[in-house]
Each structure stands twice: as C-alpha cells, then as structure tokens.
C-alpha cells in the first residue's frame, strides 16, 4: 500500500518570498510521484512529475520539485510567489506501468499568499 | 476545448434519492477514473476504467454506487439511495498513458 503525507496544512508567505511545500512518501515499491494545484471550485491541473532520470523536476508556473530516494520525499520549491499562487496543492504517488489502482494523494496544502 | 467535462458542476439532493453524474474524457484517451474529495481532503480513488472494461474498484464504493462507460466513451456515476456522507466533489480524471492524468471541474454534490 502507498501512502502520502504532506506535512503542513496551512503554509502562509509573503508575495516575492520563496516557498517550500513538503511532501514524503510510502511505498513497497518504486513509484511516480505528482504535484497537483487546485483552485477554489475547481478540479486538479498537474504541475509536475517524476517518472524518472534526473531528480530535479522543473514544472508549470516557475514551480521545481526534488525527488529524494533516501529520504522517500518530493518536495516543491518556487524562489518567488506571487498572490496568483494562492490556491491548494496535492502531492501525490501511483504505481509504474499505468496504476490501475489510481493516484494516492496526500491531505494537501493551502498555501497563502500575503501581500 | 478539448479538456475533460463533468455534469453537471452542482447537485443538490434529498436524502434517499439518486442520482447520476457525467464525464467526458479527453477523446483520444482510454483511461478513465472517478475520485471523491471531502472538505480539507484530498482526492480519493473510486473506480478505474479501460476502454469499457472496469478494471478496478475501490472498497469505499459501497454497493451504492455504479459506475458505466458503456461505450469506452463518456463514462456516468450513479449513486442510489444517497446519504448526507456522499456529500463532496466527485471527480473524473482521463489519460492515454497511464500516469498523467487530466482531471474535470468536478461535480459538487449535496444532501440534504
């Protein structure tokens, strides 16, 4: 069984300041790993993934993750937010070669942009 | 537009009454998922479907629910006999290979 859990359900930054969203992991096996954001009243649009290769997952609107094997985390970083970042955002696991068995996600995170 | 659709956006619904949500997937997809979110969770597996064929259910689909994609197409989700715990967004997701999936706006569900 997979498990994901997002460590902070609440992280408020100020406008231009940089962001870390964390996120550890779970698994018996070898898994991709996602970041979705959700804004209010809307469904999940995909910001990132690792599937494989390089660690460093560069995605959507100036967001970066880093896959740590090790410490079985896939952290999300942005150097600079902005109010437009205000929104929910879900980490995320499935199993290689299709997932029959769907996404797992974590509780997700409410980042808060301060102006 | 060509992402994926969910209808409709709002349900509300009385106790013990059914009812039966729409998605359209993104066309040339096969795959086709349905997740529930609850307030402050987030998403949680129901139901996986591969072209027609449904491959995969979650044990929180309780006998209460069906779901269809009869013609490997649009796929519906019917709820019987609804409970005020089935109240959350219920969610379709699409894709072509398996991992990167495409999510809907999600149906809003309520019981009152």
């Known amino acids: 069984a997979q498990s994901v859990t997002q460590l902070d359900s609440q992280v408020p930054v100020f406008e231009e300041a940089p962001v870390e969203l964390r996120c550890n992991y779970s698994s018996s096996v070898s898994v991709y790993l996602f970041w979705y954001v959700q804004y209010p009243n809307q469904g999940l649009q995909l910001l990132l993934k690792?599937?494989?290769?390089?660690?460093l997952v560069k995605g959507i609107n100036g967001f970066e993750a880093e896959f740590n094997k090790s410490q079985t985390s896939f952290h999300l970083r942005k150097p600079s937010v902005h109010i437009s970042d205000t929104a929910e955002y879900f980490c995320a696991v499935s199993s290689p070669g299709g997932g029959a068995d769907g996404l797992t996600f974590g509780k997700g995170t409410h980042l808060i942009i301060q102006p | 537009d060509t992402g994926v659709s969910q209808d409709p956006r709002h349900k509300i619904t009385k106790r013990g009454q059914n009812v039966t949500f729409r998605c359209d997937p993104i066309?040339?997809?096969?795959?086709l998922y349905w997740y529930r979110q609850t307030l402050g969770q987030g998403p949680e597996f129901l139901t996986y479907f591969q072209n027609e064929a449904q491959l995969e259910k979650s044990r929180l689909l309780s006998d209460r629910f069906s779901a269809e994609r009869p013609k490997g197409s649009f796929s519906t989700l019917e709820i019987q006999r609804t409970e005020q715990g089935d109240s959350a967004m219920y969610l379709c997701?699409?894709?072509?290979?398996?991992?990167?999936?495409?999510f809907g706006p999600g149906t809003r569900l309520t019981v009152t």
């Open positions: 690792y599937l494989s290769g390089s660690t």
């Open positions: 066309s040339e997809h096969n795959r």
């Open positions: 997701a699409s894709t072509e290979r398996g991992y990167e999936q495409y």
